[in-house]
């Protein structure tokens, strides 16, 4: 069965440090991955995805993720966290059949000064 | 362009009562997947829409149905309300049904009284 992993249910990092969130997924082929960002009473926000070719992908705001195959996780990574980061972090495998996502159950992330 | 719209924002119903909430999706974009979201199941799906038709569907008593109009606007509806169905209710949109990125709305809250 299709399933994503965020180890982490909440992170606190310092602004301007550096930011690792997990994410692990099981699925029978190469998936398709995505980060989204939620921001209190606000949908979801695509950061990135991968689908296939460089392992190392960018997304906006200045995140990057790389896909390991071998470890069947996608981590999400930003170099110095900002305050506005704070939020909650969502990855996700899909689209399985048609647009259908599987979401982990998020990382909610807070920035202190 | 306009982004994807759901409509109402917030909503407050009592227990038994039927609710009916409102996805227009990004203009030219025909499939929309509906998602519930709750903090302690996290981001469920429930259904997707393309081409007015229901290709697939997530598990999730028949008390809630969809539907999609001819202008790729889906409707979403939940009968004999219960306390747990009190959650966010997220819609997505997405070119195709095969296309991968998927665009989200801010969502309606519902809560059950």
Redesign the interface.
Same mark, same amino acid.
């Given at each position: 069965a299709q399933s994503v992993t965020q180890p982490d249910i909440h992170i606190t990092v310092s602004e301007g440090a550096s930011l690792e969130l997990r994410c692990n997924y099981s699925y029978g082929a190469t998936p =398709?991955l995505f980060w =989204?960002v939620q921001s209190p009473? @606000?949908?979801?926000?695509?950061l990135l995805?991968y $689908?296939s070719g460089d392992t190392l992908v960018q997304g906006i705001k200045g995140f990057e993720a790389e896909f390991k195959r071998s470890q069947s996780s996608f981590n999400l990574r930003k170099p110095s966290v900002h305050w506005s980061d704070a939020a909650e972090y $969502?990855c996700?495998v899909?689209?399985i /059949?048609?647009? @259908? $996502? =599987? $979401?982990? /159950?998020?990382t909610s992330l807070t920035v202190i000064p | 362009k306009a982004g994807v719209t759901q409509t109402p924002r917030y909503l407050i119903k009592t227990r038994g009562q039927q609710v009916t909430l409102s996805c227009s999706p990004i203009s030219g974009h025909r499939s929309v997947s509906w998602y519930q979201q709750t903090p302690g199941q996290g981001l469920q799906f429930l259904f997707e829409y393309f081409s007015e038709t229901q290709r697939n569907k997530g598990n999730f008593p028949g008390r809630f149905s969809g539907r999609q109009f001819s202008n790729s606007r889906s409707e979403m509806n939940v009968s004999t309300l219960e306390l747990g169905d009190s959650a966010l209710y997220l819609c997505a949109s997405s070119l195709t049904q095969t296309n991968t990125e998927a665009f989200f709305g801010q969502g309606t809250r519902l809560t059950v009284v």
């Open positions: =398709y =989204y009473g @606000q949908g979801l926000q695509l995805k $689908f $969502f996700a899909g689209p /059949t048609g647009n @259908q $996502f =599987y $979401f982990g /159950t998020g | -």
